[in-house]
């Protein structure tokens, strides 16, 4: 594959001090995501996975190594530098949807641009579009309160798509999901990674795992290719 790199960290650690205490997590992770490309990222409950996604999308520091998006070493940006670097390359979605509960879907969908500088009008536009790509077009304005949990967890994905990120970070998307919900989740990533986003997808399920080009497990710190079980 010769698609350009997004992202990319070399020998990533992170120690967690507690009082006298180190726990040492990551120790030496290396990852590289081009362009368009899907990738899993499996491993024991406890293991990093977390973590690591925090470390990738500049919401915590590592204790060494670095993370670079579009060559862009995070650490060497400023805090608010940090922000928009986040705001223009990476979109975010979590195990709880983490939508702001007083706004509705369109409102949710719409925020990351306007935080980014986009007007009303076209944040509100271009946030209808999304939200029709996920097939949530008829509840424009339904507050989260209101949605199934499914129909929640796609607007959460629409919001991270809005502004085009060269990749979208996942961290157990569909792990507070049935089991129908979560199939309409992952037809949902297949249909979207056919664009040029990455994904970076964080799962304790082997099916999820499947639909990714690359399977990684994070072991003792330390990320390692899975091989694919023939299909
Ligand atoms: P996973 O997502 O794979 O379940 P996490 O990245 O959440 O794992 O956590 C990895 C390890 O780091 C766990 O042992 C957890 O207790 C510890 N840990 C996570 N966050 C913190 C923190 N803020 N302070 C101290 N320890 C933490
Ligand atoms: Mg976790």
């Known amino acids: 594959m010769n698609n350009a790199l997004v992202l ?3 020998q990533l650690g992170r120690v967690y001090r507690d009082g006298s205490r180190e726990v040492q997590v990551l120790n030496g992770v290396e990852l590289a995501l081009r362009d368009g490309e899907k990738i899993a990222i499996v491993g024991a409950s406890g293991s990093g996975k977390s973590t690591l996604l925090n470390l990738l999308g500049g919401l915590d520091t590592p204790s060494r190594g670095r993370v670079m998006i579009r060559g862009q070493d995070l650490a060497a940006l400023g805090e608010r530098a940090l922000c928009r670097w986040r705001n223009q390359h990476l979109g975010f979605v979590y195990q709880f949807h983490h939508l702001l509960p007083e706004f509705d879907a369109r409102e949710n969908v719409a925020m990351p641009l306007l935080i980014g500088g986009a007007g009303r009008r076209s944040a509100w536009q271009a946030a209808e579009a999304v939200l029709a790509q996920v097939g949530m077009q008829h509840r424009l304005q339904h507050r989260p309160g209101e949605l199934s949990g499914g129909e ?11 502004t085009q990120p060269d990749c979208v970070l996942m961290d157990e998307p569909t792990g507070n999901l049935d089991p129908e919900s979560a199939e309409q989740v992952l037809a949902l990533i297949d249909s ?15 099916r999820i795992a499947q639909r990714m080009d690359r399977t990684l497990e994070l072991r003792q710190g330390a990320l390692l290719e899975q091989p694919r079980a023939p299909a």
Not at 152 to 162: S, W
């Open 8 to 10: 990319r960290c070399e």
């Open 152 to 162: 929640r967890q796609r607007v959460a994905i629409a919001r991270a798509l809005v």
């Open 192 to 206: 979207l990674s056919a664009a040029s986003t990455g994904f970076i997808v964080v799962t304790h399920d082997p």
